[in-house]
């Protein structure tokens, strides 16, 4: 499959690290653990959304874009890794941001990402809670055009099949850094929120036939939605690769028991695996993902889901300049 044909903006530093977990690993004695650092993608501080973005971006220029806009959490990684782009490509980029916590703390509403998106330069807009975001963002992009802006507007978590072109790319990168390495993998595990990653990657992968099972951790809705609006996306993802029909509805397998009370509300199990990858591996995960989709393979583990044997890999997704933003979250007793 020749992904090349599609217009693309170099910018995220590819390959990402793909490494065993070894104290992990031995702490839960067993599977092991690997991890594929796409914390490290290299665009002001990292993230999944860059590899959608180089996709995405790649469109915006070409349409002849002065203005990108997206919308996202507050705390969204998206928005931060758009703004990062927009200011590297030399143009604006308008955000709406979306309160999905109710959180009123200065460090969520004003640390973390949204202090980032602001260095890059990012002007944005608050939304209250349960509005069709997509919507809204196109009626705001309306009123820009009107003023004379050619506005390119990106979907929440860049999640169509443009930006999903990204994470068909990592499928194929990890299989081959696990050829290069003599790496047999078994499970691959992430968390899955706007849908476009696993679509990506479940679309690489059918697309090579190579059926390691792939399972998403849900950061926010229910199993059968999640799955549904992967296997969309993966619809239209296998379309315009050119491959329709190579994922089935029951490759799309999708865990939504670790979401916890809500999107970006943190959870018990999510702080542990932020403390355990913290303190055994010295990698830094998010309080609203990679947590919750760590917190689903440690408990998977515990609970014997996985062969001892099995080689597990766990894709990071990124998300860590959001722990600024939910540090009320964490007690260091008397450590600190
Ligand atoms: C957006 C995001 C995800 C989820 O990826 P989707 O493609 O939206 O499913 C996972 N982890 C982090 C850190 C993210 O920012």
């Not at 928005?79 to 709406?96: E, N, P």
């Not at 899955?192 to 697309?207: E, F, H, R, V, Y």
């Amino acid at each position: 499959m020749n992904l090349s044909r599609f217009p693309r903006i170099r910018l995220a530093h590819l390959p990402t690290p793909l490494e065993p977990l070894i104290r992990l690993s031995e702490e839960l004695g067993g599977p092991e653990i690997w991890i594929k650092r796409d914390d490290c993608t290299g665009l002001s501080t990292g993230g999944n959304k860059t590899r959608k973005l180089e996709f995405l971006m790649a469109e915006a220029q070409n349409q002849g874009a002065d203005t990108v806009m997206t919308q996202g959490a507050i705390q969204s990684n998206h928005v931060r890794q758009t703004s990062a782009f927009a200011a590297k490509l030399g143009i604006k980029c308008h955000v709406l941001l979306e309160d999905r916590t109710g959180y009123t703390d200065d460090n969520y509403n004003h640390n973390g990402n949204v202090f980032i998106d602001l260095l890059h330069g990012a002007t944005y807009e608050k939304r209250g809670p349960g509005l069709d975001m997509n919507a809204e963002m196109e009626s705001v992009a309306e009123k820009l055009r009107e003023g004379g802006a050619n506005v390119y507007t990106i979907p929440g978590g860049g999640s169509n099949s443009t930006g999903a072109l990204g994470y068909v790319d990592c499928a194929f990168e990890i299989l081959h850094q696990a050829n290069e390495m003599g790496l047999v993998i078994d499970h691959i595990v992430h968390a899955t929120g706007s849908a476009g990653t696993q679509a990506g990657l479940i679309s690489g992968l059918k697309a090579m036939n190579v059926n390691i099972p792939l399972l998403g951790i849900s950061v926010r809705a229910p199993k059968e939605e999640q799955e549904e609006n992967v296997y969309n996306l993966a619809i239209d993802t296998t379309a315009k690769l050119g491959c329709p029909s190579v994922v089935n509805r029951d490759d799309i397998v999708a865990n939504s028991d670790y979401v916890g009370e809500g999107y970006g509300l943190p959870t018990e199990a999510g702080i542990e695996a932020i403390t355990m990858f913290a303190e055994l591996e010295g990698i830094l995960l998010d309080p609203v993902y990679s947590s919750k989709g760590a917190s689903g393979l440690i408990d998977l583990i515990r609970k014997g889901r996985f062969k001892k044997s099995d080689r597990v890999v766990f894709i990071h997704t990124g998300g860590s300049a959001s722990l600024f933003g939910y540090t009320k979250h964490f007690d260091f007793g008397d450590r600190a």
